[in-house]
């Protein structure tokens, strides 16, 4: 079955800093765009991130100079390096992946077809 797994959600106050990772069954990674989205009570969801290759990221403008998306084919592991966390930065956060690149369309997020049970992360000042 295919299948994604987050992990490294938690509380942590302004300016700290948190990894999320999330681990894929059941497909290989380096055929794949896989990246996060976020939602916070009251909020619409929107993309934070997504990468397919090593040169080919792309960030929401709220977390640019902030987060770094990564990936690790051979493990097929995800990770988001969040630095310098802000309240607002409070969501639940969420893994994604398609069967494709990227693309111009990453942050549409009825294109990603693998979705990820969710990690809390709050953010306290």
């Known amino acids: 079955q295919v299948q994604l797994v987050e992990s490294g959600g938690g509380s942590v106050q302004a300016g700290g800093s948190l990894r999320l990772s999330c681990a894929g069954y059941g497909y290989t990674y380096d055929t794949y765009c896989v990246g996060w989205f976020r939602q916070a009570p009251g909020k619409e969801r929107e993309a934070v991130a997504a990468?397919?290759?090593?040169?080919?990221?792309s960030y929401a403008d709220s977390v640019k100079g902030r987060f770094t998306i990564s990936k690790d084919n051979a493990k097929n592991i995800q990770y988001l390096q969040m630095d310098n966390l802000k309240v607002d930065d409070t969501a639940m956060y969420y893994c994604?992946?398609?069967?494709?690149?990227?693309?111009?369309?990453?942050?549409?997020?009825?294109?990603?077809?693998?979705w990820g049970q969710g990690t809390q992360v709050t953010v306290s000042s």
């Open positions: 990468i397919d290759s090593p040169d080919r990221a």
């Open positions: 994604v992946a398609k069967p494709r690149w990227c693309g111009s369309w990453w942050s549409w997020e009825y294109d990603y077809n693998l």
